[in-house]
């Protein structure tokens, strides 16, 4: 409805105010009675509640893990929470502004569990598989600390959670096979070896046992590296630990938050999760797994999820693919991931299907296993520049960068 302020009002003159009022008792008279107008925003508007879209996780075993927490110098439940993110995947909020550079939850190491000895010899690489029997081991058979860590191994997810979301070394053969890019294969293939390695260590743990305590080494943990005696060497060592309540934080491309740790140099050091920038009530926390350089072959492997856009913009590449911009910009992960597949394999094509293909399966409603496999092959042939999942797809784009005849 037209609404004069008082200010305006009188400076008009008389008869444009007049006039002014005719119209409103017009149109007000010619309208029918239950037609309304919805209130502007700003003074007077109703205020919406920033949390209204998320549905905080109140179960008792997360109340269990943040009283254990807190209660062990912790800090965390009380500028963010879990909760179940738009009513669907479980992850954490602000539940109130923070600041650039504000510490919005923090864990001191007496809470971290280790999952590798760093004074195992270097000749002895700590695989993911060999830290989930380290966990097994340490955590779960070892009565003291799996009494110490109950409330924290108790709130991870099992198999047969809603929030279990296997990685390709769950799947059979013939589905790692569906992948199809070769850097995919071979790496679910030597995380199924290393698997199969593990479980020669251990004379009480079954296949599927240990499948399952490497997903939640790979996808639940953190990568800490610790500084050299001698930095020069290159020797520095990186461990893996489990941070509780850090790892129900996702990951985003574009994360608004990043885990350092306070005095890394001492015994009493706190893992902390810091703003990169100003984050509003109601907003999720993420951070970039793998510090922000992590492939799709990378987040497939260890956390068992595919980035990808919606399947209508699958097909719609919207990257300046000039020579000058390709100059000026930096490789992407996926581009890493593809440029090293060109250098070793040249342009061989490993489809067996065009990228228009797998997207009208995504869209005709392809679901679990399937989808995911349709979603990463569209993800990398996007990434390596094969729009038609075709040879001459890939010779055409080389011909636009300028790098082809």
């Not at 790692?176 to 070769?182: A, G, N, R």
Request: aromatic share 8%; with cysteine; hydrophobic share 35%.
């Amino acid at each position: 409805m037209l609404q004069l302020s008082p200010t305006v009002r009188f400076m008009l003159p008389h008869r444009t105010v007049c006039i002014a009022t005719f119209l409103i008792l017009l149109i007000t008279v010619l309208l029918p009675p239950s037609t309304s107008f919805p209130a502007a925003a700003g003074f007077g508007a109703k205020k919406v509640d920033p949390m209204s879209n998320h549905i905080l996780d109140t179960s008792e075993g997360i109340s269990y893990l943040k009283d254990f927490l807190n209660k062990n110098g912790g800090n965390s439940g009380t500028k963010c929470d879990i909760a179940k993110i738009n009513g669907k995947t479980r992850g954490v909020i602000c539940t109130r502004s923070i600041k650039k550079d504000e510490i919005i939850c923090s864990l001191p190491s007496s809470l971290a569990l280790s999952l590798w000895d760093p004074s195992t010899p270097s000749s002895s690489p700590s695989t993911p598989s060999l830290c989930a029997l380290n966990f097994k081991e340490w955590y779960l058979d070892d009565s003291t600390r799996l009494n110490t860590f109950a409330p924290y191994i108790c709130s991870l997810p099992t198999v047969e959670d809603v929030e279990f979301e296997p990685t390709p070394n769950f799947y059979t053969d013939s589905d790692v096979d569906k992948l199809e890019f070769p850097g995919i294969v071979s790496a679910v293939n030597t995380r199924k070896s290393e698997i199969d390695s593990a479980i020669l260590k251990s004379d009480d743990v079954s296949i599927e046992d240990m499948k399952y305590y490497t997903w939640l080494v790979t996808s639940r943990s953190f990568s800490i590296r610790l500084s050299a005696d001698d930095v020069s060497s290159g020797n520095a060592k990186s461990v893996r630990i489990m941070l509780p309540f850090f790892d129900m934080i996702n990951h985003s491309g574009k994360s608004n938050a990043e885990m350092d740790i306070l005095n890394p140099e001492k015994d009493d050091s706190t893992f902390i999760i810091r703003a990169k920038r100003p984050i509003a009530a109601g907003k999720e926390v993420t951070i970039s797994y793998g510090g922000g350089g992590f492939s799709s072959v990378d987040l497939f492997t260890d956390y068992g999820f595919v980035q990808s856009k919606p399947p209508e913009e699958l097909l719609y590449d919207e990257k300046d693919v000039t020579q000058g911009a390709l100059k000026r910009q930096p490789l992407t992960p996926d581009e890493r991931t593809m440029a090293k597949f060109e250098s070793t394999e040249g342009y061989n094509n490993p489809w067996s299907t065009s990228l228009e293909e797998d997207v009208e399966k995504i869209k005709a409603g392809a679901k679990g296993r399937e989808r995911k496999i349709l979603e990463f092959r569209a993800k990398m042939k996007v990434a390596g520049g094969w729009p038609a999942g075709t040879m001459e797809g890939k010779m055409d784009l080389k011909k636009k960068e300028g790098g082809g005849k």
